[in-house]
């Protein structure tokens, strides 16, 4: 990014024995940078398995062309233990453009904790686009207010110092929810009981609140009884009409809510660990 120079002067002088100054006016002068790079992300938030579109703009401020342009991503990698564990994977492909013209697909050499673009050569004055994306993988933090923080530096042909800018995204805070239905026996006949199991998971970091289960059953088993991790739920707190249950009744005081998930990191391979908070529904009827 260019620099604003500016310099005033300041004047002491002596009339009559008396002692005076006097200031210049503000000149102000543009340094141009030989380099200058720019990194942003599409995406400001980020889940597991999310893509982030990313886009580095770089331009070349010198008079003359800039040779062999490498713009490196350390794509979010950071320090862990004793290792180098990296939240984004690249997808391919990459795409170029140089002063807002489209040019085409950009090879990408992609190491272990990083991604690389090269550019054989950057006329004076042109600015060029390079647009890609990479996978949220296992490696991301996924605990609420966690970041990714990712670095593009671009060096070139007589330029001794790399230029760089970083990019932020924050991990949603969300509640992640599935529901598992299962019945036992496998084989019923007609007048025996049959269990439904219903297991609610919640994967997100965020709780999840106001939970309300339905289930339309057929054919309806008859005389009910309802548990909650074990627990029996009164009747008075569902409701079951028309072999349709409502868990919770709309006007129980009854609630049902799964904290947020247990999220760890293994020391061994920096895979971030999701541990779903649970609760099993249970409902008993005979056929």
Known sequence: MAQIITNQASLNYRYNGQSASVLSNIATATLAEALSVEKVSIENVYRLGDTVTYSVSFENGSGSALTGVTVTDNLGSYEFGTFTVTPLTFVAPAILLVDGVFVGDIAAAVAENSVSFTLPTLASGSRAQILYRALVNDNAPLAEGSTITNTASVTAGGITVPVSDTNTVTVDNYADVTITKSMTPSSVVEGEALTYTFVINNYGNAEATDIVLTDAFD?????????????????????????????????????????????????????????????????????
């Open 219 to 287: 054919p309806a088993p008859e005389n009910i009884t309802v548990q909650v991790n074990g627990v029996s739920v009164p009747a008075t707190d569902y409701t079951y009409e028309g072999g349709v249950l409502t868990l919770p009744a709309a006007t129980s005081q009854y609630s049902l809510s799964l904290p947020a998930a247990t999220i760890t990191q293994d020391i061994t391979t920096g895979n971030v660990v999701v541990t779903p908070s649970s609760l099993t529904v249970t409902v008993t009827g005979v056929l």
